[in-house]
């Protein structure tokens, strides 16, 4: 399903976190249901509007919920030796999740994936909010079209288009119905090591 980059010369390439880089078994519907909100509202959104001592009971549960899901995650096939290649060809590398720094971190380690770079919702505005990406794009001193996002939902499509980078959608099972929107799909990450370095 992966299409050949025609004329990409990525500088960058930025990995979304959870069922990308990393396993994650996070059941939002049960996240949801606890916190009690609707099915079709972004949590972190729903927590933000909430007031104060109920916002913090709310994401007291998500970070639990978070904590958790850090201790079983497992680095998703093929990872490695694409981080490998493009490290060998001196491609910047960072991550960008809508976890906290706190699991974040814990998941990179447990894992043994480092980055120098590590932006999640604690350090600036969440997916599909651009800000994220366009700190490391500005941080690599590097132009937002010179750099590909890479992750496995519609926030990561629709942030890299609001940072005006190319996207690419990791699909691990079925292919959701917004996969026609990003720039490209893979998957497997022996596809995008192909796709970044043709």
């Known amino acids: 399903m992966t299409q050949t980059a025609v ?3 990525y500088q960058g390439v930025i990995f979304d976190l959870d069922n990308t880089l ?4 996070l ?3 049960h996240i949801r249901d606890e916190i009690g909100c609707t099915e079709h509202t972004d949590l972190l959104t729903y927590i933000e509007q909430l007031p104060e001592v109920e916002a913090q009971a709310a994401m007291d549960i998500v970070l639990s919920h978070e904590y958790q899901d850090a201790e079983s ?3 998703m096939p ?3 030796e694409c981080l490998a290649a493009l490290a060998e060809q001196n491609i910047k590398m960072a991550v960008v999740t809508r976890n906290c720094q706190h699991a974040a971190q814990l998941k990179l380690a447990k894992t043994g994936l480092e980055f120098d770079i590590v932006l999640t919702r604690d350090d600036a505005p969440a997916k599909p909010d651009p800000t994220a990406l366009l700190q490391v794009a500005d941080s690599w001193q590097v132009n937002p079209s010179q750099c590909i996002y890479v992750g496995d939902f519609l926030f990561d499509i629709q942030a890299a288009d609001n940072a005006q980078m190319d996207s ?3 699909i691990i099972d079925a292919c959701p119905d917004y996969a026609d929107t990003a720039t490209y799909t893979i998957e ?3 596809q995008l090591t192909k796709l970044v370095l043709p």
């Open 7 to 9: 004329n990409a010369n």
């Open 22 to 25: 990393v396993s994650s078994s």
């Open 27 to 29: 059941n939002f519907k």
């Open 73 to 75: 995650a497992v680095l």
């Open 78 to 80: 093929g990872v490695v």
């Open 168 to 170: 690419c959608l990791y």
């Open 188 to 190: 497997h990450f022996s």
